[in-house]
């Protein structure tokens, strides 16, 4: 497979010949994408940040045996997604909302005139965030690394080994769970008031 | 694709690149002429453009020095080589083996140019006795007639070099990511 190269390429090849100090240049480059998947995935900010320090290390103390043949964020993101689990079968957080059974079918996108341009401003982003933390794991977590890590489905299949389709599935399912559940939110408060 | 209308999965994979330049233009084509589908994107593109709005959470502040300080007692995947140091060491291992071979001779261990001892099967031992005793009459042969030890110094200088030189590579490897 031929290596894969972007911008990280450069850098991961400087710390690889022993300019350790290059690694800051990884670390400020991910670490606040990687946070925010840590605390979808963690729940609680200081564990987040915890699991996030110790996947750079980890990233770190096996760098010689990265391949090169995905990219460096994608194999960054399999070792915190990882850390994460392992965080996570140490210290469960409180459970959440269990996936749809399979057969169920969300309901098709709404073409409500108005509703989705409020989506757009500011009052909304922090329901959407908040809804996006309330989402199951699997559409979160699929959710993150597609609009956060700015995977490819492929690469997020990689990232958490499973199917190709198991993550179109759980990133259009939790798309439109998570437009449904916003809107909701705003007709709600529209009702109200 | 649905012939009639684009489907959930195609609007959802348009959006997200994920669709094959034949299917996507075929898609764009027919959102272009369905109210119905052009909606139903639309919606789907607030959305998207939504969620990429949202902020990161940011780490603490001092993070990176954090973990930066924290590599310190990790081994680093390939450590600088110090050129110094690797002739401190080949330095130090050659006097090791010089004062070893020394001690034997002077415990009467090995005699020079002395036979290897027969034995009950101990061939290593045998063959290290050899090796040892052959040290032995490079390092007698040095005290007792200084004129000799030109040559001997010459291979011992040499082999030096040859275990300095051999990571050459790594120095220079080194010195260029530093710059």
Known sequence: ?193 | MNEDHCTPEDLHMLLDGALSPAESAAARAHIASCPGCASRYSALRRLDGAIRALPLLTVSPGFTSTVMSALDPVMPVSRPFRFFTWVAFQVCLISVLLFGLGVCALAGFITPGGEAPGGIGETSLAMLESALSAGVSFITSLLGNPAHAGPYIITLCTVLVVLMLAPLDRIFASKLTHR
Request: with cysteine.
């Open chain 1, 1 to 193: 497979m031929p290596p894969v190269t972007d911008s990280d390429t450069p850098v991961v090849e400087a710390v690889r010949s022993g300019n350790v100090r290059s690694f800051s240049l990884l670390v400020d480059r991910h670490r606040d994408r990687a946070m925010t998947l840590a605390v979808r995935l963690v729940g609680d900010r200081l564990e987040a940040e915890e699991v996030v320090q110790d996947a750079f290390l980890r990233a770190f103390r096996a760098l010689d045996g990265f391949r090169g043949d995905s990219r460096f964020s994608t194999w960054f993101y399999r070792i915190l997604y990882n850390a994460c689990m392992t965080r996570l079968r140490v210290s469960p957080r409180p459970p959440m909302e269990e996936l749809p059974a399979d057969g169920d079918r969300l309901p098709g996108l709404s073409d409500e005139p108005g509703l989705d341009e409020r989506l757009e401003t500011e009052e909304m982003r922090d329901i959407l965030l908040e809804e996006m933390g309330r989402l199951p794991a699997a559409y979160s977590t699929a959710l993150t690394l597609l609009y956060v890590q700015e995977l490819r489905y492929e690469e997020i299949a990689d990232v958490l080994r499973i199917p190709l389709g198991t993550v179109k599935t759980n990133i259009f399912r939790g798309r439109d769970l998570l437009r449904r559940r916003v809107l909701e939110r705003i007709t709600e408060e529209a009702v109200s008031r």
